[in-house]
């Protein structure tokens, strides 16, 4: 059975950090785009962040423009593990974060992901 856990999400005040996990089992992704979605209360569910399979190349990245230069992606494949380091965080950061496993290079919708967590709070104080 596969799943991804993530993990690390909590209560930060404006201009602090925190750092995601998610980790996966059941199966080896390996040739996967690992990605990072959100979703705010009343909202729709919003790309974060992608990295692509980082075996042979180190890896591609893309971020939505709202967390360019603030958030960081990066893997550990020995792991299975994917991560998120969330600086200079802000209150409209404030989601639940998803972590997600597709085919598709960097991609960017949500229909383009396989497998998902089940999500873990972030809640950035003003």
């Known amino acids: 059975q596969v799943q991804l856990v993530e993990s690390g999400g909590g209560l930060v005040q404006a201009g602090g950090s925190l750092r995601l996990s998610c980790a996966a089992s059941g199966r080896t992704f390996s040739g996967y785009t690992m990605g990072w979605f959100r979703q705010a209360p009343g909202k729709e569910r919003e790309f974060v962040s992608a990295?692509?399979?980082?075996?042979?190349?180190?890896?591609?990245?893309r971020y939505a423009d709202s967390v360019k230069g603030r958030f960081t992606i990066s893997r550990d494949n020995a792991k299975n593990t994917v991560y998120l380091q969330m600086n200079s965080l802000k209150p409209e950061d404030t989601a639940v974060y998803y972590c997600?496993?597709?085919?598709?290079?960097?991609?960017?919708?949500?229909?383009?992901?396989?497998?998902w967590g089940q999500g873990t709070q972030v809640t950035v104080s003003s």
């Open positions: 990295i692509s399979w980082t075996g042979w190349t180190g890896g591609s990245t």
């Open positions: 997600a496993a597709g085919r598709k290079f960097l991609a960017v919708e949500s229909y383009e992901y396989d497998y």
